[in-house]
């Protein structure tokens, strides 16, 4: 029997030089059982999927030590070997604690750079010990670029998804001032020029260390967010894996279009403030039968003096349920929506038969009406081209000035619950009173 396929996220490992240093252990390093534990409990759970895929956000080390990254290389090598993950399905992207600060102070003394504004762009000195560690890990397979934001690029081909890597770390320094995430837009465009065409046609995750929305600190956000969400929506990016913050969280947000972040805690940061964390996502369908992965965290409990356990989190109102890769199309859609109907309800026999014609106004299709859902099939509209403006004609006595594709709708789970919440919506603000409202369109024309 095949298994499903699952992605494994960690994120903040934090693993500490504790010899030269006041850094606070990892749990990694303060129970040397804990990284067994961690590897029994995923074999235990996960006797049923193979882990397919590790997405490692970020903070591997507290302070980008030498000492620090060879544990580090020592734990990932053991989880890879221990649940069977290809190298080649890996991918790390660096932290703000994945650089070695001191280190960065003295070569940029010996390049005689003095002026602190331009600190944060000398990269390549900026990530020597990361990509040290990074071009060892990876050896023979892949190479860590510092002057790219798209650093790694891996396709999930049975499923058409992407993960890509990108560098979150560019306007980081040693500077309190440059302390935040920031995403270089024009080597992002130029990079992803690349890859345009696989974007395009995929499901797109893209992995990086910042959070991009506000969780506690706000410097865990990313400053140019704005700008970088609008580029990474024009080319089909909708989905972010990130962690940084120490808290697990999965929102979707919905604005024109649905956004979703999986933020993933830490996994080895030893503190009471703390809950050590990880994220799966498991392969599988949905209650209409739409291919996906469905999230979940799992947390570690610990009593004084007692042996841990992980502990599956229950989702919050808000989380992400699941994540629809490949939706259902076409007429099963439309079954789906049908289906739940109840037709045993009187009120769908018990209605006026005395037809009345209902005028829409012409604002719902406006971009100042203020409801999410209009807004969402607007764009939608627009984004796929569905609108088209000319003189029809249809047959000898049939003739439309302009019209909107609406087979696109239909073969969209999606667009159909909107448009039937949208109408919902509409009745309720006209204060339409009816039993029954049936609609169609005649030969093309909406």
Not at 93 to 102: K, S, Y
Request: aromatic share 12%; net charge negative.
């Amino acid at each position: 029997m095949d298994k499903r396929k699952a992605i494994l996220h960690i994120s903040d490992l934090h693993i500490a030089d504790v010899i030269y240093t006041n850094n606070v252990p990892s749990k990694f390093q303060k129970d040397k059982a804990y990284l067994e534990r961690f590897i029994s409990e995923l074999l235990k759970l996960f006797d049923s999927i193979e882990f397919k895929y590790m997405i490692v956000t970020g903070d591997l080390t507290q302070s980008a030590s030498e000492d620090e990254f060879k544990v580090v290389l020592e734990i990932l090598n053991e989880i890879c070997s221990r649940i069977k993950i290809d190298k080649k399905n890996v991918i790390i992207t660096p932290g703000n604690h994945d650089i070695n600060w001191v280190n960065f102070v003295q070569r940029l003394k010996e390049l005689k750079v003095t002026d602190k504004n331009q600190f944060y762009k000398y990269s390549k000195e900026k990530f020597q010990e990361f990509k040290t560690f990074y071009d060892t890990f990876f050896e023979g397979i892949k190479s860590f670029d510092p002057d790219k934001v798209i650093f790694d690029f891996i396709t999930m081909d049975e499923a058409n998804i992407s993960f890509i890597g990108i560098n979150s770390i560019y306007h980081e320094s040693n500077l309190q001032q440059d302390h935040f995430g920031f995403i270089n837009i024009p080597v992002l465009k130029k990079d992803l020029n690349k890859c345009e065409k696989m974007v395009k046609e995929n499901v797109n995750f893209a992995v990086l260390h910042h959070t991009p929305i506000p969780i506690g600190d706000e410097s865990g956000t990313i400053k140019n967010w704005d700008e970088a969400i609008a580029f990474f929506k024009s080319n089909n990016i909708y989905k972010f894996m990130c962690g940084h913050t120490h808290v697990s969280n999965s929102s979707t947000v919905l604005t024109k279009e649905s956004i979703d972040y999986l933020i993933t805690g830490s996994l080895g940061l030893d503190s009471e403030d703390v809950s050590n964390t990880f994220l799966v996502l498991e392969e599988g369908e949905d209650d209409r039968k739409n291919r996906g992965f469905a999230p979940m965290f799992y947390k570690w409990e610990q009593e004084r003096g007692e042996e841990g356990f992980w502990q599956k989190l229950s989702n919050k109102s808000n989380a992400i349920s699941f994540i629809i890769i490949k939706e259902k199309k076409g007429i099963a859609a439309v079954a789906d929506v049908v289906a739940n109907i109840d037709l045993k309800d009187e009120t769908l026999h018990d209605f006026n038969k005395n037809q009345t014609e209902y005028e829409i106004n012409k604002e719902v299709l406006t971009d100042e009406c203020n409801d999410e859902i209009e807004k969402f099939l607007l764009d939608t509209i627009r984004k796929n081209d569905l609108y088209i403006s000319g003189h029809f004609h249809w047959s000898k006595n049939g003739r439309s000035h302009s019209f909107i594709k609406t087979n696109y709708f239909f073969e969209n789970y999606e667009c159909i619950e909107k448009i039937k919440i949208c109408f919902l919506n509409l009745i309720n603000r006209k204060k339409i009173e009816t039993d029954l409202l049936v609609g169609y369109g005649m030969q093309g024309s909406v």
